[in-house]
Every structure is written in structure tokens, then in C-alpha cells.
């Protein structure tokens, strides 16, 4: 199986056929489909649309590996109307045969000074639970992104632990944990045994300390080391994906001449397997 894959995020007013062509092109085993209208993937699709749009992946034997909802669950009141935008993520994902669907947990916080609510922990982990138990019910699985409050192992396990579903698992979303101040030998003898995902990235911290992210880079001009990354993850069984998610959509450092999304999908295909060269690693296939 091809390991790579690439998120859809960057391609904004992209049809499925671009984006099947360009990860076929490049050599990609997987893609990543954000959900939204203007990713051409949303839950307002009819039937006959799924079925046609799963078509035009599997012809070019390309697994849609996950639906990156943007769900986010805080414990409050805001849950109940993300849950209906997760139950139809979750059919989404089961229409188009995806693993699982991507969400997140806690708030979006731009500024370590700046005063968050606090996250009822009881009420989250209810509401994952529940999550779970109506995604396991149709072949779908619930990945937690290392993000925000929940960033770093250390208090993802915990959170793990006690929602206690097998279908409950982790995206590594390699660059969050560091801005946590968690190397990634300890984020990844936390969380490695429920690791299904990894989302590759490079950044450089932000010489302002109450930035709460870090700047963002191509891959490989930062300071996040995904080669050894790559090591230990292989090194624990890791047997899921390495996608490249290109956040142009959100971040201006990015935005720049030679870091269009089609000059940087086939650059991240020619990156990793330098990497896993340099290592005399097996090429993930």
C-alpha cells in the first residue's frame, strides 16, 4: 500500500478530477477530502453524487482515506448542533468508504494571554462516546486531532483512556504537540499505540512567546523532525498514512511564489522518499 497522501485543504475550487489526476500524477496511495462545498465534498451531496464521485478515486486507485470535518466538540452547549454536522460527516465517510472522520476538540485559541473557557471534561467525554458509538455503527472511525487543549500526549491520553472506544484514535498532527513544548519520543510513546493518521508539516517558532502556533514553513526549511518522526513511528508498527496538509488556507506565511499547492504536492512525494532514503528506511508502499 502507497502511504502517502495529501489533504484537500489547499485546493479550494479544484473539481475531483484535478485532484485525482494530480495525486495519481505524483504517486499518492491516498487523499485526504476536506468536506465543504468548495472542496467539491459535502454532506449535501445526493447518492448518485457520492457514488460518482468515489468513482473518480478508485479509477485512478486512489483511497480516500478520511473526511476532514471541521467539528469541533468543547463540552458545551455549541456541541449539539457540531454533533449533527458530525453524524453527517460520518455518513459522508461511509458513502465515500473512508476510515474515519477527522474532528477536533477544545477552542482555537491564537494567543497564549488570551482567557479561554474552561472545557467541562466529564461532558467531552460523554460527547465523544457518543460519537463513537454512532460512527462504529456504520464502519466508521472517530480521529482526534493533536490540537488546541488537547495538542500534546500528555493530555490526550488521559481523554483516550476514559472514552475507552476501539474506534476512538489519533491523528498526529506532527507540529501542535512542539508548540506544547513535547518532544515527540514522549508524544508518540503516549499516543502511538492509537496513532492511524499523520499530518506533515514544518514550521519555526514565533519570536513573539504568546503566539500560541508556530510559523509555518515548506517541508524541511523548519525546525520539526520529521525524518526522525518518521523513525519512530515505523519503528512502533506505524501502518497508516503520511499526508501533506498545505494550509495556505489559513496561513498568509504561506502564500507565497513557489508554494502553490500544485508545486508543493509532487515536491512533498520527492521529500519523503529522501527520507526514508536517508534513513535506509523502506519506502512506505
Avoid at 92 to 106: C, Q, W
Amino acid at each position: 500500500m502507497n502511504r502517502l497522501a495529501f489533504s484537500t485543504l489547499p485546493c479550494e475550487g479544484w473539481t475531483l478530477e484535478e485532484m485525482a489526476a494530480i495525486a495519481k500524477a505524483c504517486g499518492y496511495g491516498g487523499i485526504e477530502l476536506r468536506e465543504g462545498e468548495a472542496w467539491g465534498i459535502s454532506a449535501g451531496m445526493t447518492p448518485q453524487e457520492r457514488e460518482a464521485a468515489l468513482r473518480v478515486f478508485e479509477e485512478q486507485g486512489i483511497r480516500v482515506t478520511n473526511i476532514g470535518s471541521s467539528v469541533s466538540f468543547t463540552g458545551g452547549e455549541g456541541d449539539e448542533a457540531e454533533f449533527g454536522h458530525f453524524r453527517n460527516a460520518v455518513l459522508l465517510a461511509r458513502d465515500l468508504k473512508a476510515a474515519g472522520v477527522r474532528i477536533f476538540l477544545g477552542y482555537f485559541n491564537t494567543r497564549k494571554n488570551n482567557p479561554m473557557p474552561d472545557i467541562p471534561y466529564p461532558a467531552i467525554v460523554a460527547r465523544i462516546r457518543t460519537a463513537c458509538d454512532f460512527a462504529a455503527a456504520r464502519g466508521v472511525q472517530v480521529w482526534i486531532e493533536t490540537h488546541n487543549e488537547f495538542a500534546a500526549g500528555r493530555s490526550l491520553r488521559q481523554l483516550l483512556d476514559d472514552v475507552e472506544k476501539p474506534n476512538c484514535a489519533v491523528i498526529y498532527d506532527v507540529i501542535h504537540p512542539l508548540e506544547e513544548g513535547e518532544t515527540p519520543e514522549e508524544t508518540i510513546a503516549l499516543l502511538g499505540s492509537q496513532c492511524v493518521h499523520v499530518h506533515v508539516k514544518d514550521g519555526v517558532p514565533h519570536e513573539d512567546p504568546l503566539e500560541a502556533s508556530w510559523k509555518y514553513t515548506k517541508v524541511g526549511a523548519g525546525r520539526v523532525p520529521i525524518s526522525s518522526i518518521v523513525r519512530l513511528l515505523e519503528q512502533t508498527g506505524y501502518a497508516g498514512y503520511y499526508s501533506l496538509e498545505w494550509e495556505t488556507k489559513w496561513r498568509t506565511e504561506l502564500r507565497v511564489c513557489g508554494a502553490e499547492p500544485a508545486v508543493v504536492i509532487p515536491r512533498y512525494v520527492e521529500y519523503m522518499k529522501d527520507v526514508f532514503r536517508s534513513d535506509e528506511m523502506r519506502i512506505p508502499r
